[in-house]
């Protein structure tokens, strides 16, 4: 493992159990296995390696979406996808106390790598609608949706799917049921 995924993979492992305040510099190195001037080496400072590790982790949530893809189905392409962000999500708010704070957070490069993650999610949904439509998986106008607002309406189902669930394998179901429902075949 490279000494940057250290210090990212140990910094997320911080900010999830400590928070984003009470994560010091100091913990991060040891956590990640490195000093500090080589951890001040890769990030300028605390805000900077937190932006880092908000793409770090999106990166990773999109990899998982990549994979999905291979899947044989349109619905199956579009669960995995929704699946790798908001059941990923999901996970992540479970495993801390601190993960809806640091996914709020109004920090500029943050939000900025967040907003570009969502962005990534929205730009493969969109690329699997194309590809579905075009293979005749899907029909748009039996949806009565355009590309871009059948991704808005996945989107909001992915956000929702947290509704009423208290496990991450209800979450997995609930939102699998709710991608069924929209894109149902012989509607």
């Known amino acids: 493992m490279s000494k940057q995924i250290a210090i990212l993979e140990g910094a997320t492992r ?3 159990r400590h928070g984003f305040r009470k994560a ?3 913990e991060i190195a040891r956590e990640a296995g490195v000093s500090k001037p080589t951890l001040y080496a890769y990030l300028a400072d605390k805000d900077a390696l937190f932006a880092a590790v908000c793409d770090h982790v999106g990166q ?3 990899a998982a979406a990549n994979e999905a893809r291979s ?3 349109f619905v199956e392409r579009v669960q995995g996808i929704l699946t790798a962000k908001f059941t990923g999500t999901y996970e992540l708010l479970q495993q801390s106390p601190y993960a809806q704070e640091l996914m709020d957070t ?6 900025e790598r967040i907003d570009a993650t969502t962005a990534g999610f929205e730009a493969l949904l969109l690329k699997e609608i194309d590809r579905a439509a075009r293979a005749h998986e899907v029909d748009l106008r039996a949806l009565g949706l355009d590309k871009r607002g059948l991704v808005r309406v996945l989107m909001q189902a992915g956000h929702g799917a947290a509704y009423g669930v208290r496990t991450v394998d209800e979450h997995r179901e609930q939102l699998s049921t709710l991608v069924r429902a929209i894109l149902r075949p012989g509607r």
């Open 14 to 16: 911080l900010f999830l």
């Open 24 to 26: 010091s510099m100091d």
């Open 60 to 62: 990773k949530m999109l």
């Open 71 to 73: 899947t044989k189905t």
């Open 106 to 111: 109004q920090q500029a490069a943050a939000r």
